[in-house]
Structures are given as C-alpha cells and as structure tokens.
C-alpha cells in the first residue's frame, strides 16, 4: 500500500485542521492505519491508530480529546481531525500502514510497515 498525507498548514493556537490519508493498493480496507508526528529534533512519536473497520481507535494522551481519527473505506482514505491546536502541537505528521485482524490496534512505530511522506502542521501562539 502506497499512502500521501495532506492537509497540513499554518495555523493559530485554539484552531483546527484536518489532515488526510489516501492510499492506494488494494490491501487498504485489510489495514490498520496509525499517525504519528515528528517535531525537530525529537523522535518520532504516536498520536493515534485506527482500526481496519474504523470501530476501534487509540490516541496518545497528549491528544485525547482533542484529535479524531475516522475513515473512509470506499474512498481508502483516513482522517485526523485536529481542534483546539496547541503550539506544542507543531510537526511534521506522517499516516502509516500494516495489514492487520480486525480488532488489532498498534501504538509503535516499529508496528507499521508503510509510511507517507509526511504534512507539516505549524500552529502559532
């Protein structure tokens, strides 16, 4: 499965944005779909996973609440919708892939095998 994020911008702090994931390949509706983000010089860290069916997700703590993952199978995309941005929040967000059973979630980076190429999302104070 080959994936692209895009959505990713400049916005102020308390606003929103939605970032998308579209992907090709027919193993998409067979794959858990993760995003994760990379601020500079920081590792690369979760914020949040879905499911094959979209019945399931997990986020990170720093982003409950606040972040939610959907998808579309029909259209082989997933979305995070982010609200209320922090500054803390700026990165370079990247969606990943891996084939998975229908229940499984997975929170590591070293889970997904797939990856996009990565959006950047900057937010001001």
């Known amino acids: 499965v080959q994936l692209q994020a895009s959505g990713g911008g400049l916005v102020q702090a308390g606003d929103s944005l939605r970032l998308s994931c579209t992907a090709s390949?027919?193993?998409?509706?067979?794959?858990?779909i993760g995003w994760f983000r990379q601020a500079p010089g920081k590792e690369r860290e979760f914020v949040g996973t879905?499911?094959?069916?979209?019945?399931?997700?997990s986020y990170s703590d720093s982003v409950k609440g606040r972040f939610t993952i959907s998808r579309d199978n029909d259209r082989k995309t997933v979305y995070l919708q982010m609200n209320r941005l922090k500054p803390e929040d700026t990165a370079v967000y990247y969606c990943?892939?891996?084939?998975?059973?229908?229940?499984?979630?997975?929170?590591?980076?070293?889970?997904?095998?797939?990856w996009g190429q990565g959006t950047q999302v900057t937010v001001s104070s």
């Open positions: 390949g027919r193993t998409f509706s067979r794959s858990n």
């Open positions: 879905i499911n094959r069916s979209g019945t399931i997700t």
């Open positions: 990943a892939a891996r084939e998975s059973i229908l229940t499984a979630t997975y929170r590591l980076k070293e889970d997904y095998p797939y």
